[in-house]
């Protein structure tokens, strides 16, 4: 017969929780903000999180040494003109490097096909997309993630300075689209 020890059964285990968004250290916010942004100057970064340039300083500091583990995918680079997240060394073949830009890239017939989707929409005349376009365009962002008539993504309408503001994630999840200016109101001017 086999005994179980007395202090095995008054053993509680610890349960480790995640902590909250309030809780999220400053190397765990930029490594959101990074996988969220991509590629971007350090003023930039430093200025959209409301933070002093130290403490971005010690928050790549730190979310750099956490990414060296042999575990991480990701690797860190930050100089004096950009921060921006990286795969690990030898993780992607060139083959596989390449094939990715290549999936991810638009094809002549969808960059033609979202260029005159801005052009009809500026205009103010209907859509005119093949339907076999529309998801990848959606996947890429360069289509509203809402509607019953596909327009260009709010984002891309804030890029060419068509509208005031990006698209946020709170509207995302409401399915909300920012306004596109119609044919009889200008469009913001480009600086």
């Given at each position: 017969m086999h005994t179980t020890p007395i202090q095995s059964l008054l053993f509680q285990p610890e349960h480790t929780t995640r902590p909250g968004?309030?809780?999220?250290?400053?190397?765990?916010?930029?490594?959101a903000a990074l996988l969220k942004t991509g590629r971007i100057h350090?003023?930039?970064?430093?200025?959209a999180l409301e933070w002093p340039p130290d403490r971005l300083k010690h928050a790549a500091t730190a979310l750099a040494a956490h990414l060296e583990q042999p575990s991480s995918?990701?690797?860190?680079?930050?100089?004096?003109?950009?921060?921006?997240?990286?795969?690990?060394?030898?993780?992607l073949g060139p083959k596989q490097r390449h094939n990715l830009h290549t999936a991810a890239s638009l094809s002549p017939d969808e960059a033609a096909a979202i260029t005159s989707q801005l052009h009809r929409t500026a205009g103010g005349f209907p859509t005119d997309l093949p339907a076999e376009q529309?998801?990848?365009?959606?996947n890429q962002r360069l289509l509203a993630p809402s509607g019953e008539q596909p327009?260009?993504?709010?984002?891309?309408?804030?890029?060419?300075?068509?509208?005031?503001h990006p698209l946020t994630d709170a509207q995302t999840a409401a399915g909300?689209?920012?306004?596109?200016?119609?044919?009889?109101?200008?469009p913001p001017r480009l600086r």
């Open positions: 968004a309030g809780a999220a250290t400053h190397a765990t916010v930029l490594h350090p003023d930039d970064l430093a200025s995918p990701h690797r860190l680079i930050h100089t004096g003109t950009t921060i921006h997240l990286t795969t690990g060394p030898g993780l529309i998801p990848r365009l959606a327009t260009p993504h709010p984002d891309v309408l804030f890029a060419l300075g068509l509208t005031a909300a689209l920012v306004s596109v200016p119609d044919a009889g109101t200008p």
